[in-house]
């Protein structure tokens, strides 16, 4: 099947007199004919057994989107920010480091810098232009990952994943992307060389602003056993015993992330919020086409008000900075979000923003109705100067996530605001 395919019929099986559409299956736990068959789910969860980490609802959607992004299986959870926070401590233990590029959203920076830190985790972070000696010298023996973001909110710089991925392997480590921004119809990691994607399903996966969410999804690549990883090749005593990558072959990340993380710390969406997840899912690839055709023509419309604009970041336009590289990983659009610079800083960028009549001014970003955002006071507003710089922002910087309106109505509503 094709992607547009993949995003109506994977995940879940009808048979015959089944519901057409998914059921919400609203149940905290499931009924078995004997003890031994529970038993036996112990050691092969190949059934929702307990809503804490696993149900039939959700289940049908990891399906869907491990088909999406081509890995072999995934693990949903209530937010983004738990779906980074358990793609690390999958990997990590206290006295671990991680490598991530500087260029990451605000709140895997947060996550990184200082919450994992207080558990003992130090994150490095890198230039995602560093060259190799840069690389090299950022590693150290106790480094268990590489962490990017394919199109980076809000700097939008396209991380070359395919380098990352060769430089996080000559190293024996996985390298994990965030790839909330492209979503997997405009591109999908494992292709060039990734081995665990998460995303915040709160932005164009969900698409209508209804219901927050994560995903981590698993390529089945990573050789576990390589020494590296004595979590998985030993036996885990709070899982009777169990040996991941013999237990679970190439399932190995994604069952241990469930049985053992999940398990303990219970971060699994509702029923519920799985199905409004699917229903954003099944028009994914419908609406990303529009979101990309949208904002390129905003873009283009952006270069010509030389007298207001600074500088645009979109990737999808000629001459930005990563054109190159996004016809090599996005090639079918860069999604909907555009940053841009006003010129006379901060102040006349809020003047812009309040002079907005249809976008929106909320904390959101991928909403189907086009809205605001100024990093540097909102999401991004912990980070000092140099860690504005090194994120690739400035206080001019307006970030716009351009939605399916009419783009002739989103681009009026931009003209009046540059006249106020
Ligand atoms: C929003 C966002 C997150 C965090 O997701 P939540 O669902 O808000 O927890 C992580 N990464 C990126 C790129 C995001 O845009």
């Given at each position: 099947m094709k992607i547009e395919t993949k995003c109506l019929h994977e995940g879940y099986e009808r048979k015959n007199g089944d519901p057409g559409a998914l059921p919400i299956v609203q149940s905290t736990t499931y009924v078995f004919d004997s003890t031994q068959h529970i038993a036996d789910l112990f050691d092969m969860p190949t059934e929702c057994m307990y809503s804490r980490f696993a149900n039939p609802t959700v289940d049908a959607v990891e399906k869907k989107i491990a088909a999406l992004e081509g890995g072999v299986g995934a693990m949903c959870t209530t937010s983004g920010q738990a779906a980074s926070l358990l793609s690390v401590l999958n990997l990590c233990k206290a006295g671990d480091s991680i490598l991530a590029v500087s260029s990451l959203y605000g709140g895997t920076i947060n996550l990184f810098a200082f919450?994992?830190?207080?558990?003992?985790?130090e994150c490095i972070f890198v230039d995602p232009e560093a060259d190799d000696a840069a690389l090299e010298a950022a590693i150290r023996p106790d480094t268990r990952l590489v962490f990017g973001e394919t199109l980076a909110n809000p700097a939008l710089n396209v991380f070359d994943?395919?380098?990352?991925?060769?430089?996080?392997?000559?190293?024996?480590?996985?390298?994990?992307?965030?790839?909330?921004f492209p979503t997997p119809i405009l591109c999908r990691p494992f292709e060039f060389g990734a081995d665990i994607v998460v995303h915040s399903t709160t932005k164009y996966m969900d698409g209508h602003a209804l219901q927050g969410g994560g995903v981590i999804v698993d390529s089945g690549k990573f050789d576990w056993a390589n020494g590296n990883f004595p979590d998985f090749t030993e036996p885990d005593e709070s899982y009777h015993g169990v040996v991941y990558t013999q237990a679970f072959g190439n399932?190995?990340?994604?069952?241990?992330?469930?049985?053992?993380?999940?398990?303990?710390?219970g971060c699994y969406p509702a029923a519920n919020s799985a199905f409004l997840l699917n229903l954003g899912l099944e028009t994914l690839a419908v609406r990303m086409e529009r979101y990309c055709k949208n904002a390129l023509t905003v873009a283009e419309f952006l270069r010509t008000r030389t007298e207001d604009v600074e500088s645009i970041a979109y990737p999808g336009l000629p001459g930005d900075k990563y054109y190159e590289r996004a016809k090599k990983y996005l090639p079918d659009g860069c999604s909907g979000v555009i940053s841009f610079s006003i010129k006379g800083g901060r102040e006349r960028a809020t003047r812009f923003m309040d002079a907005l009549q249809l976008a929106s001014r909320e904390v959101h970003v991928a909403d189907i109705r086009t809205c605001v955002l100024h990093p540097a006071s909102m999401t991004h507003r912990q980070l000092t100067d140099e860690q504005l710089v090194a994120a690739g922002i400035d206080a001019g910087m307006i970030r716009l996530s351009v939605g399916l309106e009419n783009v002739d109505d989103i681009i009026a509503d931009l003209e009046q605001a540059f006249g106020a």
């Amino acid at each position: 099947m094709k992607i547009e395919t993949k995003c109506l019929h994977e995940g879940y099986e009808r048979k015959n007199g089944d519901p057409g559409a998914l059921p919400i299956v609203q149940s905290t736990t499931y009924v078995f004919d004997s003890t031994q068959h529970i038993a036996d789910l112990f050691d092969m969860p190949t059934e929702c057994m307990y809503s804490r980490f696993a149900n039939p609802t959700v289940d049908a959607v990891e399906k869907k989107i491990a088909a999406l992004e081509g890995g072999v299986g995934a693990m949903c959870t209530t937010s983004g920010q738990a779906a980074s926070l358990l793609s690390v401590l999958n990997l990590c233990k206290a006295g671990d480091s991680i490598l991530a590029v500087s260029s990451l959203y605000g709140g895997t920076i947060n996550l990184f810098a200082f919450s994992l830190k207080k558990l003992g985790i130090e994150c490095i972070f890198v230039d995602p232009e560093a060259d190799d000696a840069a690389l090299e010298a950022a590693i150290r023996p106790d480094t268990r990952l590489v962490f990017g973001e394919t199109l980076a909110n809000p700097a939008l710089n396209v991380f070359d994943i395919e380098r990352f991925a060769k430089f996080a392997h000559a190293h024996r480590i996985p390298l994990i992307v965030d790839n909330t921004f492209p979503t997997p119809i405009l591109c999908r990691p494992f292709e060039f060389g990734a081995d665990i994607v998460v995303h915040s399903t709160t932005k164009y996966m969900d698409g209508h602003a209804l219901q927050g969410g994560g995903v981590i999804v698993d390529s089945g690549k990573f050789d576990w056993a390589n020494g590296n990883f004595p979590d998985f090749t030993e036996p885990d005593e709070s899982y009777h015993g169990v040996v991941y990558t013999q237990a679970f072959g190439n399932m190995a990340y994604i069952i241990k992330a469930r049985m053992q993380l999940m398990r303990d710390f219970g971060c699994y969406p509702a029923a519920n919020s799985a199905f409004l997840l699917n229903l954003g899912l099944e028009t994914l690839a419908v609406r990303m086409e529009r979101y990309c055709k949208n904002a390129l023509t905003v873009a283009e419309f952006l270069r010509t008000r030389t007298e207001d604009v600074e500088s645009i970041a979109y990737p999808g336009l000629p001459g930005d900075k990563y054109y190159e590289r996004a016809k090599k990983y996005l090639p079918d659009g860069c999604s909907g979000v555009i940053s841009f610079s006003i010129k006379g800083g901060r102040e006349r960028a809020t003047r812009f923003m309040d002079a907005l009549q249809l976008a929106s001014r909320e904390v959101h970003v991928a909403d189907i109705r086009t809205c605001v955002l100024h990093p540097a006071s909102m999401t991004h507003r912990q980070l000092t100067d140099e860690q504005l710089v090194a994120a690739g922002i400035d206080a001019g910087m307006i970030r716009l996530s351009v939605g399916l309106e009419n783009v002739d109505d989103i681009i009026a509503d931009l003209e009046q605001a540059f006249g106020a």
